[in-house]
Every structure is written in structure tokens, then in C-alpha cells.
T-cell receptor, first 113, second 113 residues
């Protein structure tokens, strides 16, 4: 276990649904990330939060909406997704003033029908 | 554009053999590199890292070599075990920020008993 948890682990949703992914870490880290992992493609950085402030939006469509209420929690709100959005969504955290290592959660396997 | 890529998508070795996984990068400004291991159903797990001012770094059964001249990174696993079977990713931190990693596609390592 890395200390980063994600819920749910699996999610199936229709294109008109609204759902949220949750990430939680109690490692004392102050940076959190969302990545998308599609089959046969490299991990794609989506969003970065430092001390609860969004510092990176990697040209992500607006149907993905992140929220970081505090440095321990990160959400990804989903609405009107497309089938091509089906992927593994990974959350990671890092201590900004320490190691460059990012600790990853187990991911949420998302299927959009 | 800048990219991190892997020479081989799959690698199959016998238990007890040494494994070498290669990675090419194109951003000469990258100052930090990481190898991650991802087992089925899990998020990426940190293995070892190396800074650009080093050529070699050793961990437990793993060694990372960095050749800046040809922009090449390799991960060597000694006495490969079945538990080493996973997808291995290299990632680079392009100069400046210490939080934006660019990942390669990954190499699937299969260890045969």
C-alpha cells in the first residue's frame, strides 16, 4: 500500500451520468495529481494541485472537473463523458519540498457506455 | 516534441536471469528520471530514481544507468523473480518544475519460472 486510496475502484457510467472519483492521502503531502492511463498509451497528466491550488490543467476537456478541498483530498467530477474517456484514472501525491517521488493510488477503472 | 519512449514493448526472461529494460528520452533539459513498476490491478510503484548529475545508481537488485550523451536510460534487475513480472515505466522530469513527469509507454516484463 502506498498510502494513497481511490474510490471507487471500478465505475461504469452512461454518457449522460454525473459521477465523481475520490482520492485521499494521509502522507502529509501537499501536491496531488490526476493522471489518465489508456491502453497502449503513456500516462497522461491531467491536473496538478499544489497546496490546494490548481497549478496545471493539461488541456483537459471541461467534462472533467477537479476539486481539491484540502491537501488530503482530491476529486474528479465527471459529466457527459464519451466512450473514449474509458480508462484507468490514477491519483498521485507528492511532498513538494521533499523527494520528487510521486506516490500513486490503485486507480479507478472507468467504463463509459 | 519532447517524448519519453521505450525500445521494446515486451521482455520475457527466465527466473534467475538478469533483465535490462531500456528507455530513450529526447529532452536534454530533463534533470531527474524515475522508474516505476506497475503490477496488474495496481497503480505505479516507485522503484528507483536518478538525477542528471549521476551516471549510475544502485538499489536492492536494481540498477539504473543514465547515458546523457545518447539520452538513454536503463533499468537492470538482477536475479529476476516471478514477482518482478509487471509493466515498467520510465519517467522524466523536464527542467524547471519538480512535479511534472512525462512517462514512457511501458515495457511488459514476463518472468518464466
Amino acid at each position: 500500500e502506498t498510502g494513497v486510496t481511490q474510490t471507487p475502484r471500478h465505475l461504469v457510467m452512461g454518457m449522460t451520468n454525473k459521477k465523481s472519483l475520490k482520492c485521499e492521502q494521509h502522507l502529509g503531502h501537499n501536491a496531488m495529481y490526476w493522471y489518465k492511463q489508456s491502453a497502449k498509451k503513456p500516462l497522461e497528466l491531467m491536473f496538478v494541485y499544489n497546496f490546494k491550488e490548481q497549478t496545471e490543467n493539461n488541456s483537459v476537456p471541461s467534462r472533467f472537473s477537479p476539486e481539491c478541498p484540502n491537501s488530503s483530498h482530491l476529486f474528479l467530477h465527471l459529466h457527459t463523458l464519451q466512450p473514449e474517456d474509458s480508462a484507468l484514472y490514477l491519483c498521485a501525491s507528492q511532498h513538494k519540498t521533499g523527494s520528487n517521488e510521486q506516490f500513486f493510488g490503485p486507480g479507478t477503472r472507468l467504463t463509459v457506455l | 516534441g519532447e517524448s519519453v519512449g521505450l525500445h521494446l514493448p515486451t521482455l520475457s526472461v527466465q527466473e534467475g536471469d538478469n533483465s535490462i529494460i531500456n528507455c530513450a528520452y529526447s529532452n536534454s533539459a530533463s534533470d531527474y528520471f524515475i522508474w516505476y513498476k506497475q503490477e496488474s490491478g495496481k497503480g505505479p510503484q516507485f522503484i528507483i530514481d536518478i538525477r542528471s548529475n549521476m551516471d549510475k545508481r544502485q538499489g536492492q537488485r536494481v540498477t539504473v544507468l543514465l547515458n546523457k550523451t545518447v539520452k538513454h536510460l536503463s533499468l537492470q534487475i538482477a536475479a529476476t523473480q516471478p514477482g518482478d513480472s509487471a509493466v515498467y515505466f520510465c519517467a522524466e522530469n523536464s527542467g524547471g518544475s519538480n512535479y511534472k513527469l512525462t512517462f514512457g509507454k511501458g515495457t511488459l516484463l514476463t518472468v518464466n519460472p
